[in-house]
DNA sequence: TCCATTATATTGGTATGCCAAATTTGAATT
DNA sequence: AATTCAAATTTGGCATACCAATATAATGGA
């Protein structure tokens, strides 16, 4: 474990104000109230404090008091971060289809030059596992940050992110080094890559669509477990 | 401003984090190196830090140090909430009619009835603005939560919460009061509704573009600003 | 020379104490 | 009884001091 004392705290607070029935705008007890309850110096409270902060949770004002700023759900209150690889490659292929059929509109060609080096290193980079993933990062990210749109931008990083966070995934990931998967997806992405080029918005949101599938049914031929439910939306094309 | 102290400093240590051109991996000076720097106390050191770890930007060793998790772009380094408020609904735009397109799949009797409940209250509730603004928050996300996939409501989610932290739209949302908009959106919601109970993706996808289409074109005519650049995507429907 | 062991220094972790802003209290005034 | 204003209290803000874990340097034996 050895995770730091203020998290602890943090979660326990939550814990507390859940059992309270705080509603939103309401005065959390005081830092030393915490304190002395969990038997702790205040600063720690007050660290945990600053993490609910940050959190959006709640709002401290000095000289009054903390405030509730929105309910907590039994999700924030533990990790969010920890959904299935399947969950997570869903949620990719519905919105990074979108972001690369929006990508085909506004796409220069400073973008697909930069698309076109990062396709390059993939096909060469194919032994270093770890370049490889790099360059498979940079593709989908450049595609997002062609649609001009930050949020768009943030909203795939953190997607991409999250995979690394996640543990189940990072067990499938040694599978996947072993296997020579990278250069079935290599294809995709220069399928992809020509859709864009065309701007066929059509045709690049059907190519990022299938990438994703085929990554989602190489993870499923990979892992030995059960399948989560996909309440039969797996292999459903929404485009039929 | 009135703003917490740590906060400024956190920012303060993004910025050193740019200009020292730090890497993924790499030991950021210790807190007492900061304290210094700052001139201030190392528990206001400390709890920017916390504010970092919070943000998933840096990792806190006891004993060892503190090491860059990931990279800092600028987005992060400044305010990331107060993008413009066009750019938002174009995200918005993008990314929710794939989610509704993906919900149409997968929609439940409760969830129809729960979308129904909604759009009473929505009809119900014109005169007041708080009400029917709740109620528009609900139909959006009772959407992204039909899709059952924990990530697309968390993304959904993000994106109208942005919403409110906007400045711009704050000023915006004033007028809207005083227009009879709500009334316009609200057929808007039925015509998507009516899709989803037929569980018709891509006329989903189509109703909800075409809603978001019409707030961008409403929110147009109300801000008396000129636009800022859309690209040519403002009015482009990805369909085509 | 190399490796194991111990001592020292470095670094984050926690507690205590005092300061400043906000709030509450209550006495004085009308 | 209502209002005003100042003193006292409450509450978060910040700094200093010491503790504990880790990393590094020094030491000594094989």
Same mark, same amino acid.
């Given at each position: 474990m050895a995770e730091r004392l203020y998290r602890e705290i943090g979660e326990k607070i939550? %814990?507390?104000?859940?059992? #309270?029935? +705080?509603?939103?705008?309401? /005065?959390?007890?005081?830092?030393?109230?915490?304190?002395? !309850?969990?038997?702790?110096?205040?600063?720690?409270?007050?660290?945990?404090?600053?993490?609910?902060?940050?959190?959006?949770?709640?709002?401290?004002?000095?000289?009054?008091?903390?405030y509730l700023k929105s309910q907590i759900s039994n999700q924030q209150s533990s990790k969010i971060s920890d959904v299935g690889p399947f969950e997570l490659l869903q949620?990719?292929?519905?919105?990074?289809?979108?972001?690369?059929?929006?990508?085909?509109?506004?796409?220069?060609?400073?973008?697909?030059?930069?698309?076109?080096?990062? %396709?390059?290193?993939?096909? #060469?980079? +194919?032994?270093?596992?770890? /370049?490889?993933?790099?360059?498979?990062?940079?593709?989908? !990210?450049?595609?997002a940050k062609a649609t001009q749109n930050?949020?768009?931008?943030?909203?795939?990083?953190?997607?991409?992110?999250?995979?690394?966070?996640?543990?189940?995934?990072?067990?499938?990931h040694e599978r996947i080094k072993d296997s020579s998967y990278h250069g079935k997806w290599l294809d995709d992405h220069q399928q992809v890559f020509d859709q864009l080029r065309k701007r066929n918005a059509e045709g690049a949101r059907q190519a990022m669509w299938q990438h994703l599938e085929n990554v989602k049914q190489t993870l499923f031929e990979l892992s030995d477990t059960d399948a989560p439910n996909f309440d039969g939306y797996l292999f459903a094309n929404p485009q039929h």
């Open positions: 939550k %814990l507390e104000i859940i059992k #309270s029935k +705080l509603k939103v705008g309401d /005065k959390l007890p005081t830092e030393r109230i915490y304190a002395e !309850l969990f038997g702790v110096s205040r600063t720690l409270v007050r660290e945990a404090f600053i993490m609910l902060e940050i959190e959006k949770l709640i709002e401290v004002k000095k000289g009054s008091g903390s949620a990719r292929q519905v919105l990074e289809s979108s972001i690369a059929a929006c990508a085909a509109h506004s796409i220069t060609k400073a973008d697909l030059n930069a698309l076109q080096v990062t %396709l390059d290193l993939e096909s #060469s980079e +194919l032994n270093s596992v770890e /370049k490889a993933n790099a360059a498979d990062r940079d593709f989908h !990210l450049l595609i930050t949020l768009l931008l943030d909203t795939a990083t953190r997607l991409w992110d999250m995979r690394d966070e996640n543990s189940m995934w990072q067990q499938l």
